[in-house]
């Protein structure tokens, strides 16, 4: 593992993108990211010296274009296993799907992975990923952040944090990546935000009650409504009610 360390730049995965050759497990971290973007176009508040936000570069070999969201599931599992270490006694990190990492009802982590694809198959992934861990004041218009800061009231050297956590997604990473990219879904779902019983959502038709019945190796959500109907979710398509 390597990692690089700026003191600011506009977006680590934007930073790494530009890195051609770099090697698998190179990692780019800053202290202040002027322009880091979450999942749907979002923005990531993220206090300058307070919190992780950082890019991981994986190769993998035996992962299918079509299972890259092994890819996301192997990060994601990697994270709140990590987190579960720090969380106080009766707290747990849950994956909000695809990959937000929360803790109860609130998110304390974004993940934006991002592929390219040569040839029909993935040549190298960038996972940027930003935790809230020191900063105590959030500023923006984002319904529910929290830090570990806020749930534990400690701070925590960030440089220590960084390479265990990104240590630990490639590890997790390249795990999924020798078993051909069918590792970690069991897992994933044991570990989902709300995994258990029925919960608001809304699609492009209005908002009901469901269940989370399965996510497919692509990555599609399923949800059972209480009539026991199966609907399928592509990212963007439905939206958890908080």
Request: with cysteine; net charge negative.
């Amino acid at each position: 593992m390597k990692i690089i360390e700026l003191e600011e730049t506009a977006s680590t995965n934007s930073y790494l993108r530009q890195m051609s050759e770099a090697e698998h497990g190179t990692v780019v971290a800053t202290h202040r990211q002027t322009a880091g973007r979450g999942q749907r176009g979002n923005s990531w508040e993220s206090e300058p010296g307070a919190n992780l936000t950082f890019s991981v570069l994986v190769r993998t070999e035996n992962i299918a274009p079509e299972k890259q969201m092994a890819i996301s599931r192997a990060t994601s599992l990697a994270i709140v296993q990590w987190l579960d270490r720090y969380l106080p006694l009766g707290k747990h990190a849950t994956i909000k799907w695809p990959n937000d990492i929360y803790v109860g009802d609130s998110k304390i982590c974004g993940i934006l992975i991002e592929h390219t694809l040569t040839s029909g198959r993935i040549e190298r992934t960038i996972i940027g990923v930003g935790i809230n861990i020191n900063q105590r004041v959030f500023h923006s218009d984002a319904p529910n952040p929290v830090s570990l800061s806020q749930l534990t009231g400690d701070t925590y050297p960030l440089g220590e944090m960084l390479r265990e956590v990104a240590a630990e997604i490639i590890s997790e990473v390249e795990a999924e990546d020798a078993y051909g990219g069918g590792l970690t879904a069991d897992a994933y779902k044991s570990r989902m935000w709300r995994g258990e019983g029925y919960h608001p959502y809304r699609d492009a038709a209005g908002e009901f009650s469901a269940r989370i019945a399965d996510v497919a190796a692509d990555g599609t959500l399923i949800l059972e409504r209480a009539d026991g109907r199966l609907s399928s979710y592509a990212f963007k398509e439905v939206t958890a009610i908080l």
